[in-house]
Nanobody, 115 residues
Framework: QVQLVESGGGLVQPGGSLRLSCAASGFTFGAYGMTWYRQPPGKERELVATITAWHNTNYADSVKGRFTISRDNAKNTVYLQMSSLKPEDTAVYFC?????????WGKGTLVTVSS
């Protein structure tokens, strides 16, 4: 079955960097788009970045120029490189895919930006 497992979260100081990974299994990874979402404490989940099967990318305005989404189809993994992190980037980060009409989510990884 489809499984998505996020990793790479942690505590980082403002201005720092972090790279998140999402390992996928159970489907033909290279044929599907992948999306990173985040859910800040006490707030709703929001889209962060998307990458299509053809490596086209799109970003939320709040992270443009700071975050980069990429994928390695040989490793069935999607990444989110985060730089110039701000306290407002604190959230649980989830990866997501729509496989055959069903949305699948990982359990998330917590990113805390604090001094």
């Amino acid at each position: 079955q489809v499984q998505l497992v996020e990793s790479g979260g942690g505590l980082v100081q403002p201005g720092g960097s972090l790279r998140l990974s999402c390992a996928a299994s159970g489907f033909t990874f290279g044929a599907y788009g992948m999306t990173w979402y985040r859910q800040p404490p006490g707030k709703e989940r929001e889209l962060v970045a998307t990458i299509t099967a053809w490596h086209n990318t799109n970003y939320a305005d709040s992270v443009k120029g700071r975050f980069t989404i990429s994928r390695d189809n040989a490793k069935n993994t999607v990444y989110l490189q985060m730089s110039s992190l701000k306290p407002e980037d604190t959230a649980v980060y989830f990866c997501n895919t729509n496989y055959r009409g069903t949305y699948y989510w990982g359990k998330g990884t917590l990113v805390t930006v604090s001094s």
